[in-house]
Structure formats: structure tokens, C-alpha cells
């Protein structure tokens, strides 16, 4: 359930939330632990202080008992010995862990031989020995004064910390924070521009549906799948379309088709009769030519039934990893002479690295078989058809066909690849050729683009999927 909910983008900038209030919250309790731990040994300073003050107390009652003798400057010293022992003995777990046992030990020995050496005084044992005396004070006084540098020392270091610390905690953070927001930002955009792909491709007409990239199910991947019904919907209403053009060019059909067919079969009857009615009186040379003219004819109609049958076949084609330079020279190859006798010239670049793509020999013959066609039959008067070849960004191979034929005026340019469609006059163009082209193209998961000047020429531009290997398509969806 936690992890369904992380694995959302919101469920992801509530988790970036609560780490931010954590680490917040982190950072405050340090920061106020410090403060407290400054606070204690600013305490300890003033206790370490007192002390300091206890031990310069006897040593300037001392001082007055040289010089004047007083029991009363005895007194004194007694006393705040005294306090400076019993202060000694209450911070001597903090002096240790400061100063070290070994350093402590010899000032409380110091204190008592100081006591010892007083008291030996009050009872009346002579003077003292001013010179041992004075030697253990200085020794007393250098220790407090040590443990109070050492204690001024540590004050110092967590201050530094606590003015440090935050900021480098602070640093830390944000850099955390940033890198969590691109990761997330990652993710998200990647999977967005590979929807904003997909929508050019339904733009073109692809309705292939998407893949999520990730693994994980969020807010994008239910736009994926928002997208792919939206995909499947159009892809239907689309084949709804050309559907119902296909039976309103129903009516150009059955004219177009009778024409076609009602010549070749009127001419065979004709020829037929003929040669019935004549069979005598013919020589075997006349009777051959009309027999090889009824052939003819009969070939005639078959290749219109064939058209005809190219254009209705709606089987997907099965796809193979193909050279779009093989593809080409096969066509070529079948329309070399062709081309030639109507003194057209031929120009094909293939650059050497364009890649393979995913496709069908026999459909793709047909559809450049078509194009050439058109482009021969554009320039009577002969002319040049240039064919270049290159790899588009967007994953397709892009093959132009150029001619420098008659053109296609911009009225006529969107009906070319309507069924039926032809200006070449009765028995040279069934106008099925660009619509064979357009549904083939499509079926390949590709699109045909044309741009044309009348007097000047024409380019049709076909684009076919570049075949993936399966390691490339996984790389791409990473
Ligand atoms: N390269 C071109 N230059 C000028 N016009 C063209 C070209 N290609 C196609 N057309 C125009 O588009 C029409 C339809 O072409 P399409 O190939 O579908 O049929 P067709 O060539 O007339 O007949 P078919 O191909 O069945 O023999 C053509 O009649 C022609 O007017
Ligand atoms: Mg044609």
C-alpha cells in the first residue's frame, strides 16, 4: 500500500515533504542539543572559575602572613583552602575528563600538603616553610590556570560547531533535495516527451500504441494509457473514414472498372468474331497477330483485376529487416528499359550507413514501382528522376522520388491517392497506383508526403520504421 502510494508522482513529493520536515526537525534538535551543551560548560567554566579565585585568595593571604604575621591571614587561608578542596572534590570527575587523572591527582596532593603544612601552624608547630608553601601554591595556580585554558579551548570548538555544523547540515540538505527533485523531474519529463512522440506519430497517422517506459505505475502511466484508448479511438474512427471513401469512390468504381474491362473484352470479342467469321480467308501470319492481340487484351484485364486486387487485399504484410538500397535496385531492375527507351535519366544516392528497415520486398516494390511509373509517365518528353534516401531523426528511413515532370496542380494534389483517381486518359491509368502506394506505406507503419510544382516537378516522399533490434528497443525505452 506504502509503496503504491511512493511510487505516484504525489505519493513522491509527499515522501520529498516528509524528508524535508525530518530533516528539519534533525537539524533543529542538533542545534538546540548544542546550545544546552554550550550552556553546561559555560556552567562548569564559572565553577572552574571559582576555583582559580579560591586558590589566588590563599596565595594573597599568604603573601600578607610574610609580611605582617597575622593569625588572622592564617585564618583566612584556612578557609578558602577550604572551599577550593571542597570545590575540587565535587568537580573531580569533570577535572579528570579534562585534564586526565595524572595532572589531578598531584593538585589534590598539593592541596592537602598545603592544609597539612597550615594546620601545622594553628597548632602552634613554628613557622612554615615559606619557601615549600610559596612552591606548592604556584603549583596550584598553574593547574587552575591550565584547566581553565583547556576548559576556554573546548568552549571555543563547539562554538566553531555550532556556527558551522548548521550551515554544513544546510548544504547537505539542499543538494539532497535537488538531487531528489531532478530524479523525479527525470523520470517524469522522459516518459512525458516519449507521449509527446507518440502524439506527433498519431499526428502522421501511426496509432501504434505506447509502452510505459518505467516500471512504475503513476500519474504518467495512466496518461499512457488515457492516450492508447484515445489512439484506438481514432485508429477506428479513421478506418470509419477511409471506409466510407472507399464506397464514395464506389460510384467512380463501377464506371472506372467497366471502362477498364469492357475495352480489353470488347476489343477480344471483336478480334474473336473477326477471326471467326474470316478464319479462311486469313493467312496464318494475320491469324497470329490476332491471335497475339487477343492475348494482349486478355493480359490487359488481368492486370487490372491484379490492381484491383492489390488495392482490396487488407492482410498485413509479414515484415523482414530489409536494405532500402536492395529494395530499390530490385525495382529498378524491373523497369530499367523502360525507363531508358523514354530517354529518362536515373539517379539513386543511398548513403552507406542508412539503416536497415522493416518491410515487405513484394509491397515495396509494388509502391516504388508505382512512383516510377508516375514519374516516367510525367515526363513524356523525357527528363530526370532522382532518388535520395535518409534517416530522419524521428526513427524512419525517408526515401524522395523527384521527377521533373508535368507536376500536379495543388486542386488535384489531394485527391491523387483517392481510389480511381487518374487524369491519364482512358486505358493508360487505372488511378489505383497512389492509393496501392498509400495503404502499403501505411500497413509498414510509415506515411507519404508530396509536394509538387506544376511545369516543374514532383516529390513523393516515403517514410518507412527504421528495424529496431529487440537490445535497441529496449536502449531507446531507458
Ligand atoms: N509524378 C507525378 N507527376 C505528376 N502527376 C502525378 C505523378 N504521380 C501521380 N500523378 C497524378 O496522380 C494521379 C493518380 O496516380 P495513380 O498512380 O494513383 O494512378 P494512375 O497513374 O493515373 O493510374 P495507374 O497507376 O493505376 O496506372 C495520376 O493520374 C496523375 O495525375
Ligand atoms: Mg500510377
Given at each position: 500500500m506504502l509503496k503504491a502510494r511512493v511510487s505516484t508522482i504525489k505519493g513522491r513529493i509527499i515522501a520529498i515533504f516528509i524528508l524535508c520536515l525530518g530533516f528539519t526537525g534533525a537539524l533543529t534538535a542538533i542545534y538546540s542539543w548544542q546550545v544546552l551543551d554550550l550552556k553546561k560548560k559555560l556552567l562548569l567554566m564559572e565553577e572552574f572559575h571559582g576555583l582559580f579565585e579560591d586558590i589566588l585568595e590563599v596565595r594573597r593571604y599568604e603573601k600578607n602572613f610574610m609580611y605582617f604575621r597575622e593569625a588572622s591571614s592564617l585564618q583566612e587561608i584556612s578557609v578558602y583552602l577550604e572551599r577550593a578542596r571542597e570545590k575540587a572534590n565535587r568537580l573531580a570527575p569533570d577535572i579528570i575528563r579534562i585534564v586526565g587523572e595524572n595532572a589531578f591527582k598531584p593538585f589534590q596532593a598539593s592541596l592537602l600538603r598545603y592544609k597539612t603544612a597550615i594546620e601545622g601552624c594553628f597548632k602552634g608547630c613554628g613557622e612554615p616553610d615559606i619557601v615549600e608553601l610559596r612552591a606548592i601554591g604556584t603549583s596550584m595556580v598553574d593547574f587552575t590556570q591550565k584547566l581553565l585554558q583547556e576548559k576556554r579551548k573546548r568552549i571555543n570548538r563547539v562554538l566553531k560547531q555550532i556556527l558551522i555544523l548548521p550551515i554544513a547540515y544546510m548544504g547537505g540538505?539542499?543538494?539532497?533535495?535537488?538531487?531528489?527533485?531532478?530524479?523525479?523531474?527525470?523520470?517524469?519529463?522522459?516518459?512525458?516527451?516519449?507521449?509527446?512522440q507518440a502524439t506527433e506519430e498519431v499526428a502522421k497517422g501511426n496509432f501504434t500504441p505506447i509502452e510505459n517506459p518505467g516500471k512504475t505505475r503513476d500519474e504518467v502511466t495512466e496518461l499512457i494509457e488515457a492516450f492508447n484508448r484515445m489512439a484506438a479511438e481514432l485508429e477506428s474512427r479513421w478506418e470509419q473514414l477511409v471506409e466510407s471513401r472507399k464506397l464514395a469512390s464506389i460510384g467512380t468504381f463501377t464506371s472506372g472498372i467497366a471502362h477498364e474491362l469492357n475495352n480489353p473484352l470488347n476489343n477480344i470479342s471483336l478480334t474473336a468474331e473477326t477471326l471467326l467469321e474470316e478464319c479462311d480467308k486469313l493467312d496464318k501470319?494475320?491469324?497470329?497477330?490476332?491471335?497475339?492481340?487477343?492475348?494482349?487484351?486478355?493480359?490487359?484485364?488481368?492486370?487490372?483485376?491484379?490492381?484491383?486486387?492489390d488495392f482490396s487485399r487488407t492482410e498485413t504484410p509479414s515484415l523482414t529487416r530489409l536494405q532500402v538500397k536492395e529494395v530499390l535496385q530490385k525495382?529498378?531492375?524491373?523497369?530499367?528499359?523502360?525507363?531508358?527507351?523514354?530517354?529518362?535519366?536515373?539517379?539513386?544516392?543511398?548513403?552507406?550507413?542508412?539503416?536497415?528497415?522493416?518491410?515487405n520486398l513484394h509491397s515495396l516494390e509494388q509502391v516504388?514501382?508505382?512512383?516510377?511509373?508516375?514519374?516516367?509517365?510525367?515526363?513524356?518528353?523525357?527528363?530526370?528522376?532522382?532518388?535520395?534516401v535518409k534517416e530522419t531523426d524521428d526513427g524512419y528511413v525517408a526515401i524522395d522520388v523527384s521527377d521533373t515532370g508535368v507536376g500536379i496542380k495543388p486542386e488535384a494534389l489531394e485527391k491523387i491517392f483517392d481510389p480511381f483517381y487518374t487524369t491519364k486518359p482512358a486505358g493508360r491509368g487505372t488511378g489505383l497506383g497512389l492509393s496501392i502506394v498509400y495503404g502499403i506505406i501505411k500497413k509498414h507503419g510509415g506515411y507519404v508526403e508530396v509536394k509538387s510544382e506544376v511545369g516543374v516537378g514532383t516529390t513523393f516522399t516515403v517514410y518507412i520504421p527504421i528495424c529496431k533490434t529487440d537490445e535497441e528497443k529496449k536502449e531507446a525505452t531507458q
Amino acid at each position: 500500500m506504502l509503496k503504491a502510494r511512493v511510487s505516484t508522482i504525489k505519493g513522491r513529493i509527499i515522501a520529498i515533504f516528509i524528508l524535508c520536515l525530518g530533516f528539519t526537525g534533525a537539524l533543529t534538535a542538533i542545534y538546540s542539543w548544542q546550545v544546552l551543551d554550550l550552556k553546561k560548560k559555560l556552567l562548569l567554566m564559572e565553577e572552574f572559575h571559582g576555583l582559580f579565585e579560591d586558590i589566588l585568595e590563599v596565595r594573597r593571604y599568604e603573601k600578607n602572613f610574610m609580611y605582617f604575621r597575622e593569625a588572622s591571614s592564617l585564618q583566612e587561608i584556612s578557609v578558602y583552602l577550604e572551599r577550593a578542596r571542597e570545590k575540587a572534590n565535587r568537580l573531580a570527575p569533570d577535572i579528570i575528563r579534562i585534564v586526565g587523572e595524572n595532572a589531578f591527582k598531584p593538585f589534590q596532593a598539593s592541596l592537602l600538603r598545603y592544609k597539612t603544612a597550615i594546620e601545622g601552624c594553628f597548632k602552634g608547630c613554628g613557622e612554615p616553610d615559606i619557601v615549600e608553601l610559596r612552591a606548592i601554591g604556584t603549583s596550584m595556580v598553574d593547574f587552575t590556570q591550565k584547566l581553565l585554558q583547556e576548559k576556554r579551548k573546548r568552549i571555543n570548538r563547539v562554538l566553531k560547531q555550532i556556527l558551522i555544523l548548521p550551515i554544513a547540515y544546510m548544504g547537505g540538505f539542499v543538494l539532497l533535495i535537488i538531487l531528489l527533485f531532478q530524479s523525479l523531474a527525470r523520470s517524469i519529463l522522459s516518459r512525458i516527451s516519449f507521449v509527446q512522440q507518440a502524439t506527433e506519430e498519431v499526428a502522421k497517422g501511426n496509432f501504434t500504441p505506447i509502452e510505459n517506459p518505467g516500471k512504475t505505475r503513476d500519474e504518467v502511466t495512466e496518461l499512457i494509457e488515457a492516450f492508447n484508448r484515445m489512439a484506438a479511438e481514432l485508429e477506428s474512427r479513421w478506418e470509419q473514414l477511409v471506409e466510407s471513401r472507399k464506397l464514395a469512390s464506389i460510384g467512380t468504381f463501377t464506371s472506372g472498372i467497366a471502362h477498364e474491362l469492357n475495352n480489353p473484352l470488347n476489343n477480344i470479342s471483336l478480334t474473336a468474331e473477326t477471326l471467326l467469321e474470316e478464319c479462311d480467308k486469313l493467312d496464318k501470319g494475320e491469324s497470329k497477330e490476332m491471335i497475339l492481340d487477343i492475348i494482349n487484351q486478355a493480359t490487359r484485364a488481368s492486370e487490372v483485376v491484379r490492381n484491383l486486387l492489390d488495392f482490396s487485399r487488407t492482410e498485413t504484410p509479414s515484415l523482414t529487416r530489409l536494405q532500402v538500397k536492395e529494395v530499390l535496385q530490385k525495382t529498378i531492375n524491373l523497369i530499367r528499359n523502360q525507363i531508358m527507351i523514354v530517354g529518362v535519366k536515373l539517379n539513386v544516392n543511398v548513403p552507406e550507413d542508412i539503416p536497415p528497415i522493416c518491410g515487405n520486398l513484394h509491397s515495396l516494390e509494388q509502391v516504388f514501382l508505382n512512383l516510377l511509373l508516375n514519374a516516367v509517365q510525367a515526363m513524356p518528353d523525357g527528363g530526370r528522376i532522382t532518388i535520395d534516401v535518409k534517416e530522419t531523426d524521428d526513427g524512419y528511413v525517408a526515401i524522395d522520388v523527384s521527377d521533373t515532370g508535368v507536376g500536379i496542380k495543388p486542386e488535384a494534389l489531394e485527391k491523387i491517392f483517392d481510389p480511381f483517381y487518374t487524369t491519364k486518359p482512358a486505358g493508360r491509368g487505372t488511378g489505383l497506383g497512389l492509393s496501392i502506394v498509400y495503404g502499403i506505406i501505411k500497413k509498414h507503419g510509415g506515411y507519404v508526403e508530396v509536394k509538387s510544382e506544376v511545369g516543374v516537378g514532383t516529390t513523393f516522399t516515403v517514410y518507412i520504421p527504421i528495424c529496431k533490434t529487440d537490445e535497441e528497443k529496449k536502449e531507446a525505452t531507458q
